[in-house]
């Protein structure tokens, strides 16, 4: 007798909320697979052009291992103590290149070890991008399915993000960008991934579209709580298990911000805090900066050098 079909499960970020924490405590719970990667970026990757370069990044890692690795890479991580294999990589392209109806290549990727398994669960933070059709497909292919959306503090949510991409350039080589040079370059309009990101509103517009049933939102401030991991068990339908709440995944040493990057960052967010406040009221955390919804642009920046569809998301 072949294993029930377990459901499946999506976090749809944000990112920078501890989705890779929530990935590890499921990896560690007996109800719910995982799968061998944390982030599938598979609908975002088949539903918007903009972000085939999850797909290509990970057709470039496949020709770089087959390089560099030499026999027996199928079984060998990228590199040592690298958990995902050659195959894990394979099978991720293939699943982004294969024509078959009904996400089949993509529903054997993530069933695959998952047993008896209730749950599997697709932790991709980038699909909180998708608008209110995706996600309503995404149901709709994957009857039972659920949805999890984690909110975070947004001045402290993009100032994290900041950090993330300046450590991301200068591994690469670009050693000599700063936060004022990022700032700058997100202010003019040439980082819309991070704003997209920060768009909470945009997100929560998409997911109103969803049976309410079907969907639900924490906060990362409360997150690390056997209070929170009670409600999401309960949520699923799963036994609960406490969390190694002491541990915080790939937080690093963040610099700290200076007055006038608060200034920016509460000016630029200042309709996100509005919109969650109004969605959620009272059960905001007390840490949120919820005096950012009254911000206003900073006298000390130059409209001249801010994108305009930059200033029409601000304030």
């Not at 290549?105 to 995706?134: E, H, N, Q």
């Not at 993330?164 to 200068?170: A, I, T, V, W």
């Not at 915080?248 to 006038?260: C, H, I, L, P, Y």
Request: aromatic residues 10%.
């Amino acid at each position: 007798m072949s294993a029930p079909v377990p459901n499946h499960l999506f976090c749809v970020g944000a990112q920078k909320a501890g989705t890779t924490w929530l990935y590890d405590y499921f990896s560690a719970h007996p109800q719910v697979h995982v799968p061998p990667v944390k982030e599938m970026h598979y609908f975002n990757v088949l539903h918007d052009p903009n972000q085939a370069g999850f797909y290509h990044a990970r057709r470039n890692a496949v020709q770089s291992m087959l390089e560099t690795a030499g026999d027996g890479a199928e079984n060998r991580g990228a590199q040592p103590g690298d958990p995902v294999s050659l195959n894990t990589v394979l099978d991720l392209v293939k699943m982004h290149e294969s024509k078959e109806s009904d996400h089949a290549a993509y529903r054997r990727f993530m069933v695959k070890d998952a047993g008896a398994s209730p749950w599997v669960a697709d932790i991709t933070p980038a699909y909180c991008t998708l608008g209110p059709g995706v996600m309503t497909s995404m149901l709709q292919a994957f009857p039972g399915a659920k949805m999890i959306y984690i909110l975070r503090d947004p001045v402290s949510r993009l100032w994290s993000q900041v950090q993330m991409e300046l450590r991301r350039r200068r591994a690469s080589g670009q050693v000599q960008y700063t936060a004022e040079m990022l700032i700058s370059s997100l202010l003019e309009g040439h980082e819309d991934h991070m704003l997209a990101r920060s768009n909470y509103p945009g997100t929560l517009f998409a997911l109103g579209h969803l049976p309410k049933d079907c969907v639900k939102y924490m906060f990362y401030e409360t997150l690390f709580s056997d209070n929170a991991m009670l409600e999401l068990c309960n949520f699923l339908n799963i036994g609960f298990k406490p969390g190694d709440y002491s541990r915080r995944v790939r937080a690093g040493v963040e610099a700290k911000m200076t007055e006038d990057q608060i200034m920016i960052f509460r000016w630029l967010l200042a309709s996100v805090y509005r919109r969650v406040y109004d969605a959620f009221g009272n059960a905001v955390p007390r840490g949120w900066d919820l005096s950012a919804m009254d911000a206003k642009r900073p006298s000390f920046l130059d409209v001249s050098k801010i994108g305009p569809h930059v200033m029409s998301k601000a304030g």
